[in-house]
């Protein structure tokens, strides 16, 4: 074994290898294999030399592994290329690049980099690092003092602001002083892990070491954010966190109750029994006691009336909204207009995400948010008063999303309102909480806040893919564009009824291939797609689709699926027939 300045080179399994010696300001040694795949040591800085080898005698066989695992795997390098799998609060997106200013946001699922020089992977990065910065100190402050908020030792403290930066080693670190330090990374992990790194730094300033103590304190925090299948979700908003607190103020008088009630009960029963000689008295009315078990549980529960009263009130006021958002559930989908307030005249719908009715119809489901991905999420901006109202085109739904803390009907020919404000940065997921038909399983509800900046490119590109579809209305399209697009409509608005195969579920959903409809008089087929047929489950689309996706999917069920008529529909009839 040989050493050189800031260097030491040894044998490991009958091979030269070289390591770093870095020496700093520290107690103990640390080894690790730096991504360029020289093994690097830091020791202290007094450490006598004559150590380093015996050093790395010890961990020999570690090391031996580290170089395997490399070698089985490769160098883990980051890809930034156009496509590439990018992580965001626990959920995959692929990497949308483009030349221009240096800019990112999250859209329409994807998470879209423009930089100068797109092939220029240190742009990429950069801009890449710049968004998650961005996206960190937005959401893990919030989210601190969300959490804060409830650990009833932190009641009445003031929590120092946290520092969010880039850490090397840890998740998060807690100081003497309250200050709470946060790695900007925590980004990546999914919302639940995020909690616990968060409850984990929230319980040393308490106590500040790894104690039987500071255990015992983080357990007493975690059910509530971790097991929450057997409570109530908190949730983010102002109305969840009252609705919380009001479930729990309940559960806990019903407890004392019950402890007051069954104590006397059982001890009745026990010291009463008549094994020990007790003989029961004979005695009726006494007005005094009567009174008194009256006016007890009255006073119980106007006690418990008047907070659920005046959460109620506050509940239904809807007035002073910024942004007006217009729910209408369909069999089975959202549809969403935006009303009033930034973002006006823009509508679309949201369905179930095609890939997660594959693994059902696959019977493999996968992930924590099973049947709880959409193609298109409700988009609202954080901080922002946002009126619903809600209303349905067939059947009775139910929009609801728990970490709203409430959830509204949707039902035919009636306005059903109510509003939120949701204060941070997240995706939160629901679905349609009332009996609606086959496939009301399929029928999720996503919402996703964004801060203002990201909420404002959202808003745009929006507009902008309004104004494609609108001027791809008026060109002619080819029957190779027609059939890609309408595969795509298909797949996402048609196939629950009429099935992959177009082999339908007759006689309630009759057959696409060989059908009356798919393959007689073109203007029936229109007429049956845009507007439906009254008394069955075939809904009018004339109202949810454009004109290019209405012409694209006719086109491609006259085409597909052994039909083969040749027929051709272009957008212009579509717009005609309206």
């Known amino acids: 074994m040989t050493s050189s300045a800031g260097q030491l080179r040894f044998e490991l399994g009958g091979e030269l290898l070289a390591c770093r010696v870095l020496r700093a300001r520290r107690r103990t040694y640390a080894l690790r294999l730096a991504p360029d795949g020289v093994f690097e040591l830091r020791v202290p800085q007094r450490l006598p030399a004559a150590l380093l080898p015996d050093i790395l005698h010890r961990h020999r066989r570690w090391m031996a592994g580290q170089l395997g695992r490399r070698a089985a795997h490769g160098p883990t390098v980051p890809d930034f290329g156009h496509g590439s799998a990018q992580r965001f609060l626990g959920e995959t997106y692929p990497l949308q690049l483009a030349t221009g200013r240096a800019h990112a946001h999250l859209n329409e699922g994807r998470l879209h980099v423009s930089v100068p020089a797109p092939d220029d992977v240190a742009q990429v990065s950069h801009a890449l690092d710049g968004w998650y910065r961005h996206q960190a100190q937005a959401l893990l402050p919030g989210r601190l003092t969300s959490l804060a908020a409830g650990l009833p030792w932190l009641t009445g ?275 349609c909480a009332e009996l609606c038909g086959k496939d009301h399983g399929f029928m999720p509800v996503v919402v996703e806040a964004k801060t203002r900046a990201d909420y404002d490119a959202w808003l745009k590109a929006k507009q902008d893919e309004a104004e494609a579809a609108k001027s791809g209305a008026d060109r002619d399209w080819t029957m190779d564009e027609l059939m890609a697009r309408g595969k795509e409509v298909y797949g996402t608005y048609c196939v629950a009824c009429h099935q992959a195969n177009g082999q339908g579920l007759p006689p309630a959903f009759p057959a696409i291939a060989g059908g009356v409809i798919s393959t007689g008089p073109i203007e029936g087929h229109i007429d049956r797609v845009m507007h439906g047929k009254p008394g069955t489950a075939m809904q009018a689309f004339a109202g949810q689709l454009n004109d290019v996706d209405l012409a694209a999917v006719i086109t491609y069920e006259r085409n597909a699926f052994g039909n083969d008529k040749g027929d051709l529909v272009q957008p212009k009839q579509i717009k005609a027939a309206r």
Request: aromatic fraction near 10%; glycine fraction near 8%.
């Open 157 to 431: 403290h003031t929590l120092p602001p946290p520092r969010v930066m880039r850490l090397r080693s840890r998740w998060g670190s807690c100081a003497a002083s309250g200050t709470i330090t946060l790695n900007l990374g925590l980004v990546l992990l999914a919302p639940a892990l995020i909690d616990y790194v968060l409850l984990h730094e929230l319980c040393h300033l308490r106590e500040m070491n790894h104690g039987p103590r500071f255990y015992a304190l983080l357990a007493a925090a975690l059910p509530a954010r971790a097991d929450y299948g057997m409570n109530l979700v908190r949730g983010v908003t102002e109305t969840s966190h009252t609705a919380f607190d009001l479930h729990m103020i309940s559960l806990w008088v019903c407890v004392a109750i019950g402890v007051v009630v069954f104590g006397a009960m059982f001890y009745a029963l026990f010291a009463f029994r008549k094994s020990r000689g007790a003989v029961a008295a004979n005695f009726h009315e006494n007005t005094t006691v009567e009174v008194v078990w009256t006016i007890i549980p009255i006073v119980i529960l106007v006690a418990m009336a008047i907070p659920a009263t005046l959460s109620l009130i506050k509940l239904e006021d809807t007035s002073d909204a910024e942004l007006t958002i217009k729910v209408t559930g369909y069999q089975w989908k959202w549809g969403y207009d935006y009303l009033k307030g930034e973002g006006e005249g823009i509508g679309f719908l949201s369905t179930l995400d095609v890939s997660q009715r594959n693994m059902s119809d696959a019977g493999k489901p996968e992930g924590d948010d099973y049947l709880l991905k959409v193609d298109n999420p409700l988009v609202v901006p954080v901080g922002t008063r946002v009126r619903f109202v809600f209303t349905s085109n067939d059947v009775i739904h139910s929009w609801w999303v728990p970490a709203l803390g409430w959830k509204q009907d949707a039902v035919p020919g009636f306005i059903n309102d109510a509003w939120t404000n949701i204060p941070e940065p997240g995706v939160y997921r629901g679905q």
